[in-house]
């Protein structure tokens, strides 16, 4: 069969980010503009400032992704990009450069949902085996879910508030550490031992998860011994939280595996760059002989790739979109289960 390029679009966010995936799973050709260092000043991401920077670096982001390629865009098979979910106005500079190309270049318009990504990251060095559990855990979700085959995927649960890659930002940030708080927070716990005694998150046998408590109950604490004076103990306090987090992660996991008896699992998202948390979760896999995998570090944070991956299955199945492609800010991995079961 005839090889299958497709040039990947992700702007759901703060990075403005372009690929040309071969077979769906080859990076051929990659760019990543983050933004971080402008929303690191405002503690979080800004979105008029996310949507209006996008728009300054799609062209140059297009141009030093067609150089990586070294071929021109009649090359490529199809043109795919995050239409959810994310931030309105930077989907909307994504999905606009995508269907300019596909109109110019006349390709088909793949329309990608932004968490599928992240699941199909995981093709790029290892191929998927169905079925599997997937835990995704990320700055806007939680969830642990069955990809029963390419086209067939079961909830099993979500975070019921916060995710928990929002609560490492909010942690962080309440003890001073810049945005994204995620990397800082692992690195300060690495420093300090898990000495505070913290709530312990849904002590229940679903699969859903709560963080809002947890992320309360230190926001609270930091507050309060600030007030009396009392010294906090930053890398004790991050190395408590961390370990709280991924221990209700773990324990979820492992009820899944345990009911479901499904032999593979696969990690995902920007928190599964963490190193706590991939070893805590090899672990259980290893207990229940589960095959583990998690993408490499450059493909669990947003990326143009991972889209060019979960367009991959879309290409073959022939499920092209039209030009009234619009965003779906908030169509999150359940709504867009419902909506292709
Ligand atoms: P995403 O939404 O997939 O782009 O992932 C971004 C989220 O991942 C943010 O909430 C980050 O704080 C979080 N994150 C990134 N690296 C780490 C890490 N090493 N440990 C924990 N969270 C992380
Ligand atoms: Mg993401």
Known sequence: MKDIHILAIETSCDETSMAIVKNGQEVEALTILSQMDTHAKYGGVVPEIAS?????????????????????????????????????????????????????????????????????????????????LALIVSGGHTDLLILKSESELEILGSTIDDSVGEVFDKVARVLGMPYPGGPNIEASALKGQNTYQLPKPMQDETYNFSYSGLKSYIINLVHNERQRNNEIRINDLACSFQTTAVEELTRKVELALKNTNIKNFILAGGVSANQFLRKEIQKVCAKYNVTFHVPNILYCTDNAAMIGCAAYPLFKAQKFSDFTLNAKSSENIRKYVEKNN
């Open 52 to 132: 209006r920077m996008h728009t300054e670096n799609i062209t140059i982001v297009l141009e030093e992704t067609i150089k990586k390629f070294g071929h021109s865009l009649n090359e490529v098979d199809a043109i795919s990009v995050t239409y959810a979910p994310g931030l309105l106005g930077s989907l909307l500079v994504g999905i606009e450069c995508a269907k300019t190309l596909a109109l110019v270049y006349n390709k088909p318009l793949i329309a990608v949902n932004h968490t599928m990504g992240h699941i199909y990251a995981n093709n790029i060095e290892h191929h998927i085996v169905y079925p599997t």
